[in-house]
């Protein structure tokens, strides 16, 4: 059974990095190349970058199967939506009703906090992603590229799932 556990420490930060850096390593490097995956995971998947997140009011959420971390979950709550900033999973758990689980605890904070929509951005390129969305019922609203620096540009679509 998946579990669900706020990751609030350092020690719990501690476990998303690794994580992170498998996850996106994996998944990442064929759709926006090892320079890109690695500038990210340094601007965003840091350590740093994500108690920096905490300190700002985003919340981080470990995904734990049988005592194991299988991946994690970002959000925040502003003004009428839940925006999910990721949502992750290792390699060997997708595919098996994980993302679905996922996306109904998530629909299920929105509720309770009163939001309307769960806005989330994904990479154009990222098809697997893009059609798991598509299928749990959300809507293309939108394109949009984002200068991250470096170089590097987002270049995602923006769904929403009206609640």
Same mark, same amino acid.
């Not at 758990?93 to 109904?104: C, E, S, T, V």
């Given at each position: 059974?998946?579990?669900?556990?706020?990751?609030?420490?350092?020690?719990?930060?501690?476990?998303?990095?690794?994580?992170?850096?498998?996850?996106?390593?994996?998944?990442?490097?064929?759709?926006?190349?090892?320079?890109?995956?690695?500038?990210?995971?340094?601007?965003?998947?840091?350590?740093?970058?994500?108690?920096?997140?905490?300190?700002?009011?985003?919340?981080?959420?470990?995904?734990?199967?049988?005592?194991?971390?299988?991946?994690?979950?970002?959000?925040?709550? #502003?003004?009428?939506?839940?925006? !999910?900033?990721?949502?992750?999973? &290792?390699?060997? *758990?997708?595919?098996? %009703? $994980? +993302?679905?689980?996922?996306?109904?605890?998530?629909?299920?904070?929105?509720?309770?906090?009163?939001?309307?929509?769960?806005?989330?951005?994904?990479?154009?390129?990222?098809?697997?992603? #893009?059609?798991?969305?598509?299928? !749990?019922?959300?809507?293309?609203? &939108?394109?949009? *590229?984002?200068?991250? %620096? $470096? +170089?590097?540009?987002?270049?995602?679509?923006?769904?929403?799932?009206?609640?």
């Amino acid at each position: 059974m998946i579990q669900l556990t706020p990751a609030t420490t350092q020690e719990d930060v501690q476990l998303i990095v690794p994580l992170a850096k498998e996850i996106w390593e994996e998944h990442y490097t064929s759709i926006i190349g090892p320079q890109q995956v690695q500038y990210m995971l340094t601007i965003f998947q840091s350590k740093e970058a994500i108690l920096n997140d905490l300190d700002r009011g985003k919340k981080y959420v470990l995904v734990n199967l049988n005592n194991q971390t299988i991946g994690y979950f970002s959000y925040e709550l #502003i003004d009428k939506q839940l925006f !999910l900033s990721k949502l992750y999973l &290792k390699k060997d *758990q997708r595919g098996k %009703g $994980n +993302g679905r689980f996922l996306i109904a605890q998530i629909k299920d904070i929105a509720q309770k906090n009163k939001k309307r929509v769960i806005v989330l951005t994904v990479n154009k390129h990222n098809h697997a992603s #893009i059609a798991a969305y598509k299928t !749990l019922g959300f809507t293309l609203v &939108k394109q949009q *590229q984002v200068d991250i %620096g $470096n +170089g590097y540009i987002m270049d995602d679509y923006v769904f929403h799932y009206s609640l």
